[in-house]
């Protein structure tokens, strides 16, 4: 093996493409060669649905599915949930002791959904300091490697700032530094090819989607406003369409042969949306039924869950003892 991996998501909705793309994918590749857990961080994500706890009970499941469905294996990989690891919270309590408010203000990540959650003026405690709650995930583990996103890499630097500190207040080398692991593609954009793909902006396309659903998101998506007859060149740059086909098309010579004919012109979108459907399809209609599969044992799900429950303690509760002898806080 060759190290520890931590990574997870939010429990607060279903996995999309983007997900897929930015960090499943590695994660399907890497449970081989590492020991990989994966949190389901059910207590991060109350941090902006505190007001809603019931989403966070139905999606951890929800998401479990799409892990199981996409290639994740619950016997290579050790899935479980935050909120029923308490050692997580201990270790994120003495954390806060060394990490300043004005660090965790400066957090690109963090000011943005700010901004978008309009907590402007009043910003809850829970939600200003996730970031520490993050890196007591990671170090509870001992993870050197984390295949996240490109949003969560100031999560990273902030974890590796509690690293430098905490081994040299307590004058011992208890942590080493983390890693990130960025996805080669770059981040999917949604099909509004606006924004980012993102379940809050409505322009996500779903693990779980039907294929109506499917259809009906590829007919909308975004391509280029200047192709208006089908004999006029068109654009590949900012053409959401040909993104897509280039993150999932696996033909790369078709793919080519599409791009050169759409530059020179005479290839319309509803062509090269009926081949993006058909290579989305072709991913999506065996994970579909996969997650179908699963869905049908709820019982297998549940003992997955603990079973990964008790896994992930025993090594956060070692941890957490080494964390307490450094801080002389083992009193007895
Ligand atoms: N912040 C991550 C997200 O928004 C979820 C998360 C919680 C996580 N703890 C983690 C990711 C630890 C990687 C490592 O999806």
Same mark, same amino acid.
């Given at each position: 093996m060759k190290g520890t991996i931590l990574t997870g998501d939010r429990p607060t909705g279903p996995l999309h493409l983007g997900h897929y793309v930015g960090s499943l994918q590695n994660r399907i590749r890497l449970q081989d060669e590492y020991e990989q857990f994966i949190i389901l961080a059910d207590a991060q994500g109350l941090t902006d649905n505190f007001e809603t706890p019931e989403k966070l009970g139905v999606n951890i499941f929800e998401v479990l599915l799409d892990y199981l469905a996409v290639g994740i294996d619950p016997n290579k990989s050790t899935i479980f949930i935050q909120?029923?690891? !308490?050692e997580l919270a201990e270790l994120f309590q003495y954390f806060l002791n060394i990490v300043t408010l004005g660090r965790l203000q400066q957090n690109p990540t963090v000011k943005l959904e700010m901004r978008e959650k309009n907590f402007s003026n009043s910003i809850p405690m829970g939600f200003l300091s996730y970031p520490v709650s993050q890196a007591a995930d990671i170090l509870a583990f001992k993870a050197n490697l984390v295949p996240v996103g490109e949003d969560q890499c100031p999560m990273i630097e902030q974890t590796n700032d509690i690293v430098s500190k905490f081994n040299q207040i307590y004058r011992k080398e208890i942590f080493k530094k983390v890693e990130p692991l960025l996805s080669h593609t770059p981040r999917l954009s949604g099909i509004?090819?606006?924004?980012?793909?993102s379940k809050s902006l409505g322009n996500a396309i779903y693990l779980s989607d039907s294929y109506a659903e499917l259809s009906k998101k590829v007919k909308a998506m975004y391509t280029d !406003? $200047? $192709?208006?007859?089908?004999e006029d060149p068109g654009h590949l740059e900012g053409n959401t369409v040909f993104e897509f086909i280039s993150a999932f098309g696996h033909d790369l010579e078709h793919v080519e042969k599409l791009k050169q004919h759409y530059i020179t012109g005479g290839l319309g979108d509803g062509v090269v949306k009926r081949y993006l459907l058909e290579i989305l399809e072709d991913f999506l209609a065996p994970v579909r039924k996969r997650r179908e599969d699963f869905s049908k044992d709820r019982g297998e799900l549940v003992r997955i869950l603990k079973k990964g429950n008790t896994l992930a303690r025993a090594k956060a509760a070692s941890t957490l003892d080494e964390v307490k002898r450094a801080m002389s806080i083992n009193y007895f």
């Open positions: 909120s029923q690891i !308490p509004d090819g606006k924004n980012k793909m !406003p $200047h $192709h208006l007859k089908v």
